[in-house]
């Protein structure tokens, strides 16, 4: 049912559109609200929550370890449920939030490929009361299938805001074809 190395494929390829699309803003930037309603770096931490939460947790449970690739604070403040705020003195500057972003999906990489593919069927771990089940998936591979579309909500929101700031749409077929390599 679950296609391991699809996975895989789809948690890269899907990381590579999200760095192209935030990488393209400046840090002065991250924590406007343009619309009142979201700013990109709520969206940068959140992506990198969901990802431990979705590729992480749920699969494997929690370890002490993690404290070293996720702090504790981003639950609280991008995790399910938090609300944005134009308070920019409360989050993590941009550079440590990619840091935390890019140390996450490293991990979620690495333990998603010394997996058995018999793991993807397994039953998800809902030992938090505040997930005690999800309504998209039960078993591990959904989780890890739900992740990269969760992320391409994000990314939009993050394409959105850009477009607020003022600047023109990445032309991604423009750029492959003058030799931009995406990877």
């Known amino acids: 049912m679950f296609d391991k190395e699809r996975i895989l494929f789809q948690l890269s390829r899907t990381r590579v559109l999200s760095l192209q699309m935030i ?7 991250w924590y406007d609200m343009p ?3 979201t700013h990109v770096a709520w969206n940068v931490g959140h992506i990198a929550i969901a990802e431990y939460f979705l590729g992480l947790f749920l699969v494997r449970g929690p370890r002490d370890s993690d404290a070293g690739i996720i702090p504790e604070t981003y639950r609280g403040l991008f995790g399910y449920g938090s609300e944005v705020s134009a308070d920019s003195t409360i989050y993590p500057s941009p550079n440590e939030l990619r840091t935390v972003l890019n140390q996450v999906h490293d ?4 333990e998603t490929r ?25 078993r591990k591979g959904g989780a890890l299938e739900w ?18 700031f003022g600047e023109k749409p990445i032309e991604y077929l423009d750029e492959s074809r003058a030799g931009k390599n995406f990877v």
Do not use: W, Y
């Open 23 to 29: 990488d393209r803003i400046d840090h002065e930037k």
């Open 35 to 37: 619309m009142g309603i």
């Open 147 to 164: 992740l990269t579309h969760h992320e391409h909500i994000h990314i939009g929101q993050i394409g959105l805001l850009r477009r607020t």
């Open 114 to 138: 010394e997996m058995s593919a018999d793991v993807l069927t397994e039953s998800c771990i809902f030992d938090d009361p505040e997930f005690d089940h999800h309504p998209i998936f039960t």
């Open 107 to 110: 991990q979620v990489m690495l």
